[in-house]
């Protein structure tokens, strides 16, 4: 299979190939991994019984995917990534908010299932072949899954796809297996390890697990959704068919995983550390298919990650091409997960990284939909690619490439985030308004869509969809 040379730029309609079912197979294989799977452990260390967990996981993801889903018609319409087609929204220039956004999330989670999928390795393989888990096996196991990720990511959209749809299948049995040979120590009780609930009372503690461990899933889409529906047809699929697919593929995608880790954290006493417990608790018989799960799994996620994360620094550098812009977060991806295995507790790094990045990233996310809405979905493709191409002028072109009211919106909705965010080395000073609640996803939500909708008169945006050229009424039509 060729690696793919294609970039942001616009997707021409012969080679947007894939359809619904693709968009449902690489958001479920891809999701099948110790990455996403951790995320169902951390409500029992905060504390939360076994249903508390299971309702705090199954709420945040059905709100995130409400709000996340709809994203996926945008580079339905555009042909090109969420970041570059925000630049309806923000301006040519402007979508680089969302090309900063989106290299964090994905940085921020290829760091994450590398490193948890590498520390299960260690374990299994030193159960299996007494492997000492000292510093050289861990910067072996990492470097080895770094390099495979690599692969995967450089040869681009393809690969990835073929990829997920074997781990949708493959993966979907080892955690069958998994129920199996966890299932004689299961318990419903709260964790005793855990030390009682993290925020001293049932429902902070409980909101806090339903952000972030339900509802950081979806939100971590949000810039790469368009990854996969820019392969996509609108004049071939409709957009009812598209939506329907992704609220599918988010939904199994991450409910089953976080579920799966739920389960296995009481079925392994697991209050305090993850991948340890998982290890030690798993019967002779399933340690060869846990390292398979561990090794693939991480492979398959950190891959679409990695190549997002590729196509988001090749929309901030365009200069650069996709492969060698691939190759640059790789590094930078591997250098996270050594920080975050010698400086960092898993919980603590992942619970300040989830939330953190959540609220900057929904005002983001509702700005970009607001945008979608007014304009009917309707763009100019060309258009959205003027700063690709380092040139000037076009419909979004606004203020040197700025949109100053969308712009502005995201960075007072943002800031607000981080001002009622409550993480365990950080308590946001907006957090005495909220009674020590952290609501900080709807805060910045809220305000950024309200400082968006009374800076940025809904007229602009009307006008900006008729003025589309024709060239964008082809690439998406009426909703």
């Known amino acids: 299979m060729p690696m793919e040379q294609r970039g942001v730029d616009t997707v021409p309609d012969e080679e947007r190939t894939s359809g619904p079912r693709d968009l449902v197979s690489i958001l479920l294989g891809s ?41 996926a018609l945008i580079s339905l319409r555009t042909a090109t990534n969420l970041s570059t087609s925000s630049g309806a929204q923000f301006g040519v220039r402007g979508r680089l908010v969302g090309s900063v956004v989106g290299l964090l999330l994905a940085l921020g989670y290829t760091a994450l299932t590398v490193w948890i999928g590498g520390d299960v390795m260690v374990g299994v393989l030193g159960r299996l072949f007494g492997l000492e888990p000292n510093g050289l096996s861990y910067g072996v196991v990492y470097a080895l899954l770094a390099a495979a990720t690599v692969a995967g990511a450089v040869y681009g959209y393809q690969v990835l796809l073929a990829m997920s749809r074997v781990l949708a299948i493959g993966m979907t049995a080892l955690l069958a297996l998994g129920v199996l040979a966890y299932a004689p120590h299961f318990t419903t009780d709260a964790l005793p390890e855990a030390g009682g ?157 989830v939330l953190l990045l959540t609220a900057v990233g929904t005002p983001w996310a509702v700005i970009t939909l607001i945008g979608f809405v007014r304009c009917r979905g309707r ?35 943002a800031a607000v985030g981080v001002l009622a965010v409550s993480l365990p080395s950080y308590e946001g000073p907006l957090l005495g308004l909220t009674g020590g609640v952290d609501c900080s996803f709807l805060l910045s939500g809220l305000v950024g869509a309200v400082a968006y909708l009374l800076l940025s008169p809904a007229r602009e945006h009307t006008e900006a969809a008729v003025d589309a050229s024709p060239t964008a009424a082809l690439t998406g039509g009426e909703a």
């Open 31 to 71: 999701n099948l991994c110790l990455g996403v799977i951790v995320f169902g452990w951390l409500p029992p260390s905060f504390g939360l019984g076994w249903w508390a967990s299971i309702a705090s996981i199954v709420a945040g993801t059905v709100v995130g995917t409400a709000l996340t889903a709809p994203l």
């Open 197 to 353: 609930y993290l925020l001293g009372g049932f429902w902070p503690t409980w909101l806090l697990a339903t952000v972030a461990a339900g509802l950081s899933g979806p939100i971590a889409f949000i810039t790469l959704l368009g990854d996969y529906t820019r392969y996509i047809s609108p004049a071939r699929h409709s957009s009812r068919r598209v939506l329907r697919a992704t609220w599918l593929g988010l939904l199994l995608g991450l409910l089953v995983p976080q579920l799966f880790g739920t389960f296995t954290a009481y079925a392994a006493g697991a209050a305090l550390d993850y991948a340890g417990p998982l290890v030690d608790a798993s019967p002779s018989w399933y340690l060869v298919p846990l390292l398979l799960a561990a090794s693939a799994g991480s492979v398959g996620n950190a891959g679409l990650m990695l190549y997002s994360m590729g196509l988001d620094l090749d929309a901030i550098l365009p200069r650069a091409s996709r492969a060698r812009a691939t190759y640059t977060v790789a590094v930078v991806a591997t250098a996270c997960v050594f920080a975050g295995h010698y400086a960092s507790s898993t919980q603590d790094a992942m619970t300040s990284f």
């Open 379 to 413: 763009y100019d493709a060309e258009a959205l690619q003027v700063f690709n191409r380092r040139s000037r002028g076009g419909i979004y072109w606004y203020r040197s490439g700025w949109n100053i009211p969308a712009t502005v919106s995201w960075a007072v909705g």
